[in-house]
T-cell receptor, first 118, second 113 residues
Framework: AQTVTQSQPEMSVQEAETVTLSCTYDTSESDYYLFWYKQPPSRQMILVIR??????QNATENRFSVNFQKAAKSFSLKISDSQLGDAAMYFC???????????????FGQGTILTVHP | DGGITQSPKYLFRKEGQNVTLSCEQNLNHDAMYWYRQDPGQGLRLIYY???????QKGDIAEGYSVSREKKESFPLTVTSAQKNPTAFYLCASSIPGQYNEQFFGPGTRLTVL
Protein backbone atom coordinates (compact mmCIF):
# COMPACT_ATOMS: atom_id res chain seq x y z
CA ALA A 1 0.00 0.00 0.00
CA GLN A 2 1.11 3.50 -0.75
CA THR A 3 1.87 5.98 2.02
CA VAL A 4 2.29 9.74 1.93
CA THR A 5 4.26 11.62 4.59
CA GLN A 6 4.34 15.33 5.30
CA SER A 7 6.99 15.84 7.94
CA GLN A 8 6.23 19.50 8.68
CA PRO A 9 3.09 19.86 10.82
CA GLU A 10 3.41 23.66 10.69
CA MET A 11 5.27 26.19 8.61
CA SER A 12 5.28 29.98 8.55
CA VAL A 13 6.34 32.59 6.02
CA GLN A 14 6.41 36.34 5.73
CA GLU A 15 4.18 37.93 3.16
CA ALA A 16 5.94 38.23 -0.24
CA GLU A 17 8.54 35.61 0.73
CA THR A 18 8.94 32.05 -0.56
CA VAL A 19 8.16 28.88 1.35
CA THR A 20 8.59 25.19 0.51
CA LEU A 21 6.39 22.43 1.88
CA SER A 22 7.76 18.90 1.90
CA CYS A 23 6.10 15.65 0.90
CA THR A 24 7.53 12.16 0.50
CA TYR A 25 5.72 9.03 -0.56
CA ASP A 26 6.32 5.34 -0.73
CA THR A 27 5.25 3.25 -3.70
CA SER A 28 6.44 0.36 -5.83
CA GLU A 29 4.58 1.65 -8.87
CA SER A 30 6.27 3.43 -11.76
CA ASP A 31 3.34 5.50 -12.98
CA TYR A 32 1.18 7.58 -10.70
CA TYR A 33 -0.12 11.08 -10.09
CA LEU A 34 0.66 13.50 -7.31
CA PHE A 35 -1.43 16.43 -6.12
CA TRP A 36 -1.29 19.31 -3.70
CA TYR A 37 -4.59 20.43 -2.18
CA LYS A 38 -5.21 23.53 -0.10
CA GLN A 39 -7.76 23.65 2.73
CA PRO A 40 -8.38 27.20 3.99
CA PRO A 41 -10.30 27.95 7.20
CA SER A 42 -13.56 27.45 5.29
CA ARG A 43 -12.45 23.79 5.02
CA GLN A 44 -13.21 23.68 1.29
CA MET A 45 -10.56 21.52 -0.39
CA ILE A 46 -9.05 23.22 -3.43
CA LEU A 47 -6.71 21.62 -5.95
CA VAL A 48 -3.50 23.64 -6.20
CA ILE A 49 -1.28 21.70 -8.58
CA ARG A 50 -0.82 18.23 -10.08
CA UNK A 51 2.03 16.18 -11.52
CA UNK A 52 2.28 12.95 -13.47
CA UNK A 53 5.19 10.71 -12.55
CA UNK A 54 6.19 10.15 -16.17
CA UNK A 55 6.61 13.85 -16.84
CA UNK A 56 10.08 15.04 -15.98
CA GLN A 57 9.16 18.70 -16.14
CA ASN A 58 8.02 20.12 -12.83
CA ALA A 59 4.48 21.47 -12.83
CA THR A 60 3.87 25.19 -12.34
CA GLU A 61 0.66 27.11 -11.68
CA ASN A 62 1.28 30.85 -11.30
CA ARG A 63 3.02 31.32 -7.91
CA PHE A 64 2.90 27.59 -7.13
CA SER A 65 5.49 25.13 -8.40
CA VAL A 66 6.67 21.69 -7.46
CA ASN A 67 10.03 19.99 -7.18
CA PHE A 68 9.38 16.41 -8.21
CA GLN A 69 12.23 14.00 -7.52
CA LYS A 70 11.02 10.59 -8.65
CA ALA A 71 14.03 8.60 -7.51
CA ALA A 72 13.88 10.16 -4.06
CA LYS A 73 10.06 9.87 -4.00
CA SER A 74 9.80 13.50 -3.07
CA PHE A 75 7.19 16.04 -4.16
CA SER A 76 7.66 19.44 -2.53
CA LEU A 77 5.49 22.51 -3.11
CA LYS A 78 7.05 25.95 -3.48
CA ILE A 79 4.91 29.03 -2.96
CA SER A 80 6.49 32.22 -4.25
CA ASP A 81 5.48 35.76 -3.31
CA SER A 82 3.34 34.43 -0.46
CA GLN A 83 0.04 36.16 0.15
CA LEU A 84 -2.21 36.30 3.20
CA GLY A 85 -4.76 34.24 1.28
CA ASP A 86 -2.27 31.38 1.03
CA ALA A 87 -2.71 30.66 4.73
CA ALA A 88 -4.27 27.21 4.91
CA MET A 89 -3.67 23.53 5.55
CA TYR A 90 -1.88 21.95 2.60
CA PHE A 91 -2.24 18.28 1.76
CA CYS A 92 -0.10 16.17 -0.53
CA UNK A 93 -1.92 13.28 -2.22
CA UNK A 94 -1.01 10.24 -4.31
CA UNK A 95 -3.05 8.39 -6.91
CA UNK A 96 -2.07 5.22 -8.69
CA UNK A 97 -2.26 5.15 -12.48
CA UNK A 98 -3.13 1.45 -12.45
CA UNK A 99 -6.70 0.62 -13.40
CA UNK A 100 -9.09 -1.66 -11.59
CA UNK A 101 -11.40 -1.23 -8.65
CA UNK A 102 -8.96 1.06 -6.80
CA UNK A 103 -8.66 3.42 -9.74
CA UNK A 104 -9.10 7.02 -8.69
CA UNK A 105 -8.41 6.41 -5.01
CA UNK A 106 -6.37 9.18 -3.36
CA UNK A 107 -4.00 8.65 -0.44
CA PHE A 108 -3.39 11.82 1.57
CA GLY A 109 -0.58 12.97 3.81
CA GLN A 110 -1.26 14.37 7.28
CA GLY A 111 -1.16 17.98 6.16
CA THR A 112 0.96 21.07 6.85
CA ILE A 113 -0.52 24.20 8.38
CA LEU A 114 0.88 27.28 6.66
CA THR A 115 0.76 30.62 8.44
CA VAL A 116 1.48 33.81 6.50
CA HIS A 117 2.66 36.80 8.50
CA PRO A 118 1.97 40.33 7.21
CA ASP B 1 -23.42 26.71 -11.37
CA GLY B 2 -21.99 23.21 -11.40
CA GLY B 3 -20.65 21.82 -8.17
CA ILE B 4 -20.92 19.49 -5.24
CA THR B 5 -23.31 20.15 -2.39
CA GLN B 6 -23.32 18.53 1.02
CA SER B 7 -26.02 18.83 3.60
CA PRO B 8 -26.39 19.59 6.35
CA LYS B 9 -23.33 21.70 7.18
CA TYR B 10 -23.57 20.75 10.87
CA LEU B 11 -25.21 17.61 12.21
CA PHE B 12 -25.73 16.45 15.76
CA ARG B 13 -26.56 12.90 16.67
CA LYS B 14 -27.26 11.02 19.83
CA GLU B 15 -25.30 7.88 20.54
CA GLY B 16 -26.96 4.80 19.08
CA GLN B 17 -28.66 6.64 16.22
CA ASN B 18 -27.99 6.21 12.54
CA VAL B 19 -27.60 9.38 10.51
CA THR B 20 -27.35 10.02 6.76
CA LEU B 21 -25.15 12.67 5.16
CA SER B 22 -26.18 13.94 1.77
CA CYS B 23 -23.87 14.49 -1.22
CA GLU B 24 -25.15 15.70 -4.58
CA GLN B 25 -23.22 16.72 -7.71
CA ASN B 26 -24.36 18.20 -11.01
CA LEU B 27 -20.99 17.89 -12.71
CA ASN B 28 -21.93 14.69 -14.54
CA HIS B 29 -19.02 12.90 -12.88
CA ASP B 30 -19.11 9.12 -12.76
CA ALA B 31 -16.94 8.62 -9.69
CA MET B 32 -17.75 9.83 -6.18
CA TYR B 33 -15.94 9.49 -2.85
CA TRP B 34 -16.44 9.92 0.89
CA TYR B 35 -13.61 10.96 3.20
CA ARG B 36 -13.33 11.46 6.92
CA GLN B 37 -11.08 14.14 8.41
CA ASP B 38 -9.99 14.15 12.05
CA PRO B 39 -7.88 16.86 13.75
CA GLY B 40 -4.19 16.44 13.02
CA GLN B 41 -4.81 13.81 10.38
CA GLY B 42 -5.22 13.79 6.66
CA LEU B 43 -8.28 12.64 4.82
CA ARG B 44 -9.09 8.97 5.02
CA LEU B 45 -11.22 7.23 2.42
CA ILE B 46 -14.44 5.64 3.65
CA TYR B 47 -16.20 4.48 0.47
CA TYR B 48 -16.04 5.24 -3.22
CA UNK B 49 -18.14 4.57 -6.27
CA UNK B 50 -16.92 4.55 -9.84
CA UNK B 51 -20.35 4.06 -11.41
CA UNK B 52 -24.02 3.89 -10.52
CA UNK B 53 -25.06 0.81 -8.52
CA UNK B 54 -21.47 -0.03 -7.68
CA UNK B 55 -19.23 0.98 -4.77
CA GLN B 56 -16.14 -0.24 -2.91
CA LYS B 57 -14.91 -0.02 0.64
CA GLY B 58 -12.11 2.39 1.36
CA ASP B 59 -9.63 2.24 4.22
CA ILE B 60 -12.08 2.88 7.09
CA ALA B 61 -15.47 1.52 5.95
CA GLU B 62 -16.45 -0.16 9.23
CA GLY B 63 -19.56 1.44 10.73
CA TYR B 64 -20.52 3.20 7.49
CA SER B 65 -22.75 2.36 4.55
CA VAL B 66 -23.46 3.98 1.19
CA SER B 67 -25.71 3.69 -1.82
CA ARG B 68 -25.37 4.87 -5.41
CA GLU B 69 -28.78 4.66 -7.03
CA LYS B 70 -28.33 7.81 -9.09
CA LYS B 71 -25.29 9.30 -10.77
CA GLU B 72 -25.83 12.60 -8.98
CA SER B 73 -26.17 11.27 -5.46
CA PHE B 74 -23.93 9.34 -3.07
CA PRO B 75 -25.37 9.43 0.48
CA LEU B 76 -23.33 8.20 3.43
CA THR B 77 -24.98 6.59 6.47
CA VAL B 78 -23.08 6.64 9.74
CA THR B 79 -24.42 3.73 11.73
CA SER B 80 -24.45 3.11 15.46
CA ALA B 81 -21.66 0.59 14.86
CA GLN B 82 -19.22 3.43 14.16
CA LYS B 83 -17.43 3.81 17.50
CA ASN B 84 -16.11 7.33 17.09
CA PRO B 85 -18.20 9.13 14.47
CA THR B 86 -17.49 12.73 15.49
CA ALA B 87 -15.50 14.13 12.56
CA PHE B 88 -15.60 16.29 9.46
CA TYR B 89 -16.90 14.44 6.39
CA LEU B 90 -16.00 15.41 2.85
CA CYS B 91 -17.58 14.21 -0.36
CA ALA B 92 -15.79 14.42 -3.71
CA SER B 93 -16.32 13.56 -7.34
CA SER B 94 -13.76 13.18 -10.09
CA ILE B 95 -13.38 14.12 -13.71
CA PRO B 96 -12.83 11.20 -16.06
CA GLY B 97 -9.54 11.49 -17.88
CA GLN B 98 -5.83 11.34 -17.37
CA TYR B 99 -5.53 13.00 -13.99
CA ASN B 100 -8.93 11.95 -12.66
CA GLU B 101 -8.61 14.86 -10.29
CA GLN B 102 -11.11 15.13 -7.47
CA PHE B 103 -13.30 18.08 -6.62
CA PHE B 104 -14.68 18.42 -3.13
CA GLY B 105 -17.88 19.54 -1.50
CA PRO B 106 -17.94 21.96 1.47
CA GLY B 107 -18.18 19.18 4.05
CA THR B 108 -20.42 18.18 6.96
CA ARG B 109 -19.36 18.42 10.58
CA LEU B 110 -20.91 15.54 12.55
CA THR B 111 -20.96 15.68 16.33
CA VAL B 112 -22.17 12.85 18.52
CA LEU B 113 -23.68 14.04 21.78
Amino acid sequence: AQTVTQSQPEMSVQEAETVTLSCTYDTSESDYYLFWYKQPPSRQMILVIRQEAYKQQNATENRFSVNFQKAAKSFSLKISDSQLGDAAMYFCAYRSAIGGTSYGKLTFGQGTILTVHP
Amino acid sequence: DGGITQSPKYLFRKEGQNVTLSCEQNLNHDAMYWYRQDPGQGLRLIYYSQIVNDFQKGDIAEGYSVSREKKESFPLTVTSAQKNPTAFYLCASSIPGQYNEQFFGPGTRLTVL
